[in-house]
């Protein structure tokens, strides 16, 4: 079983609706958990990351951690042609070593 | 303009002919990484840094070699490169402890034959 699961996609959604990616961990260790978005041909960069359990938000993007369930979400509100992209969850127990799920491509039609 | 930079960004190699590429980063950080990424399995670590000489293993070490003699530098050493390292290769750095908020090169596309 992989310490990260994510659904590789991919997903197509209609511009303007609310997207949900999500992942599940095994690692009980995880502390910090980030979300990447990587267009094609590029490198990752970061969207945002979260410590522990909670919320987060910036502008369309809310991330949220339920450690207790293992499952980490992040919506985008008002998705756009431009969010299309492959979107990676990552998550690290506070030393240097980080795990990445395999990423969910995302279509957002106009 | 705060990046992480890597050379070559194409390269096409046979096995075992060694080769080295370069992974260079220009905002101070003392974080550094190498993944690879492959379809269906997503980036996974290969080495890490903390600093200036002190490396360590990550998740497919297995082939690859690095070192990190200087701040900015991390080059990813492939001794006798096989078939299945033919990947798209990634360098990151960060500038927080544990490794959050990585910024990441614009990756080498690396074809073995």
């Known amino acids: 079983q992989k310490e990260v699961e994510q659904d590789p996609g991919p997903l197509s959604v209609p511009e303007g609706a609310i997207v949900s990616l999500n992942c599940t961990y095994s690692?009980?260790?995880?502390?910090?958990f980030m979300w990447y978005r990587q267009y094609s041909r590029k490198g990752p960069e970061l969207l945002m990351y979260t410590y522990s359990s909670g919320n987060k938000e910036d502008g369309r993007f809310t991330a949220q951690v339920d450690k207790s369930s293992k499952y980490i979400s992040l919506f985008i509100r008002d998705s756009q042609p431009s969010d299309s992209a492959t979107y990676l969850c990552a998550m690290t127990g506070g030393g240097f070593k980080t795990i990445f799920g395999a990423g969910t491509r995302l279509f957002v039609k106009a | 303009e705060a990046q992480v930079t890597q050379n070559p960004r194409y390269l096409i190699t046979v096995t075992g002919k060694k080769l080295t590429v370069t992974c260079s980063q220009n905002?101070?950080?003392?974080?550094m990484s190498w993944y690879r990424q492959d379809p269906g399995l997503g980036l996974r670590q290969i080495y890490y840094?903390?600093?200036?000489?002190?490396?360590d293993k990550g998740d497919v070490p297995e082939g690859y070699k690095v070192s990190r003699k200087e701040k900015r530098n991390f080059p990813l050493i492939l001794e006798s490169p096989s078939p299945n390292q033919t990947s798209l290769y990634f360098c990151?750095?960060?500038?927080?402890?544990?490794?959050?908020?990585?910024?990441f090169g614009p990756g080498t596309r690396l074809t073995v034959l």
């Open positions: 690692n009980s260790a995880f502390q910090y």
């Open positions: 990151a750095s960060s500038g927080l402890a544990g490794g959050r908020e990585q910024f």
């Open positions: 905002m101070n950080h003392e974080y």
């Open positions: 840094s903390m600093n200036v000489e002190v490396t």
